[in-house]
């Protein structure tokens, strides 16, 4: 079997998982894979290999064709209330129940964390299944569906908008402080299934290593190494993680 599909952990990181105390893990699309969800860069599959972000994620995208960027991304919305959690998913809940301080940062905005059952979970980029009003920001639970895309706020009248971040816009404030504090503060960060290209989400990672914790990152272009406190493995999250739990917390 290959090593993909049957991982050898290393024995300081099973070691390292095991003793930690603190823990924040910054995931994107990638842990999402296995659902059945697209990433954004892969170059065949990746919704950006279709789309171009200026054409669908930025505000002015939105004020130049409304109704493209809302079928968009309630073609989406769709797709991720369709697919389930993966083993991925589920073994960061598992993680979760050893360690006392958890943070699960992540930049998707499928929502599949908390249907895994992660508690402390830090959206920086919103969430596909909230709706909010463009002019007014504010979120929406209800609005009458009158056939108009997108539908109108039934406070003011403007458009209705996913809440997700677009590019141009600023994270949650809440949310990205609670990121970069427990990333200061972890003794073992994650970064799983991200590209860590997209800003400023992508310097946690070296925010958390200039404080001094163990990194690991998994994902499907890293080269395998082990250097020091730094962990690349390549591979599925949903066979490395699994089999990183099992070796940490063996039943
Ligand atoms: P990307 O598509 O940029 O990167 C996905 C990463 O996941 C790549 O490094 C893949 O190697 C890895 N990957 C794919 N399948 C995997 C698997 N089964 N297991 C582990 N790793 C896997 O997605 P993000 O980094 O999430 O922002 O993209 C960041 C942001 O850019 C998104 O939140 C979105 C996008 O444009 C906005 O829309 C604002």
Known sequence: ????????????????????RR???LTGAGISAESGLPTFRDPMTGLWASYRPEELATPQAFRRNPRLVWEWYAKRREMAAQVAPNAAHLALVEI????????????????????????????LHGNIARTKCFDEDVVLDSWEGTGEVPPRCPRCGGMLRPDVVWF???????????????????DLFFSIGTSGIVEPAASLTQLARHMGATIVIINLEVARLVEGKLYHLN?????????????AWPQ
């Open 1 to 20: 079997m290959s090593e993909t599909f049957s991982p050898t952990m290393p024995l300081g990181l099973v070691e390292a998982l095991h003793n930690a």
């Open 96 to 123: 979760e129940r050893h360690v006392p301080a958890f943070t699960l940062i992540t930049q998707n905005v499928d929502g599949l964390h908390q249907r895994a059952g992660s508690h402390n979970v830090v959206e």
């Open 235 to 247: 591979g599925p999250a949903g066979k490395i993680l699994p089999a990183l739990v099992r070796a």
């Open 23 to 25: 823990i924040a893990v």
């Open 168 to 186: 141009g816009e600023q994270l949650p404030e809440q949310a990205f402080q609670t990121a970069i504090e427990a990333a200061a503060n972890c």
